[in-house]
């Protein structure tokens, strides 16, 4: 699977397979019907605690994860499990990290492992713990928009902070039904559409960009070749 046949949207993470045409809105149409509402709560928790750190801390290599601060999900929201010592942040994202408009924003069988750098952390992070809360308190995906946009236009959710990157380079992440576990990769989050001056999705570039209007940023994405465990990815194809 190319890369180049792939763009994400939102957080962090959620490849969106691009199709052209009718075949793309059928596929959309399927999509928003098997995913239509929230499921169950219990449908986006994982059972076991240490289960969900260890997953959370595959994002990224063990020299970055295992000092970093990890936040597990419960019925309220993302609480810290284990403290950090080197300003990052690894949890596992639930579908909500995607924009409202995708198809799979409710799909309770997303499990992405990311894990945020300091400056991410501080600015980046606080949006999908938002709306993660909003999910939680059964909010739709209409309100959790609206209440995004409130929030960024009254400044109650702090700026982005240049240098603001993530890891994703889980061996078990699920990001949705047509990516599954995609490619290890790192992504750099920017202000406003900013793909243009990246370079971003030229021929032979290896930078993918998926702008995000919700949350007002863009976000770039690097393949890198090897999951967090060292192992080898698939090879990219051009």
């Known amino acids: 699977m190319g890369k180049n046949d792939f763009k994400l949207i939102a957080l ?11 075949t ?10 098997a995913y239509p509402a929230m499921a169950q709560v219990d449908s986006y928790l994982i059972a076991d605690r240490n289960s969900e750190i260890a997953l959370a801390r595959s994002a990224a290599p063990k020299s970055i994860s295992d000092a970093a601060e990890v936040m597990v999900l419960g019925r309220q929201g993302f609480t810290t499990a284990v403290r950090g010592t080197n ?17 799979e924003f409710w799909n309770p069988k997303v499990r992405s492992p990311i894990c945020f750098n300091a400056a991410a952390t501080r600015t980046f992070a606080t949006i999908f713990l938002m709306k993660t809360k909003l999910a939680l308190e059964g909010k739709s995906k209409t309100e959790i928009a609206a209440a995004t946009a409130a929030a960024l236009d009254k400044k ?25 576990s995609w490619h290890p990769h790192l992504m750099f989050i920017v202000s406003g ?10 021929p032979g570039s290896p930078i993918i960009a998926a702008n995000d209007p919700e949350e007002r940023v863009t976000i770039f994405m690097v393949w890198v070749g090897d999951w967090s465990d060292g192992s080898p990815a698939p090879a990219t194809e051009h």
């Open 12 to 22: 962090v993470f959620l490849v969106q397979l691009c199709i052209p045409g009718a």
């Open 24 to 33: 793309r809105q059928a596929r959309a149409q399927a999509e928003k019907a």
């Open 87 to 103: 300003g990052f942040l690894c949890l596992v994202e639930r579908s909500w990290g995607a924009a409202t408009d995708d198809p």
């Open 193 to 202: 559409d900013a793909a243009k001056g990246w370079g971003a999705d030229q």
């Open 156 to 180: 109650e959710l702090p700026a982005l902070e240049p240098g603001a990157m993530c890891y994703m380079m889980s061996k078990q992440q699920y990001l949705n039904d047509r990516g599954m």
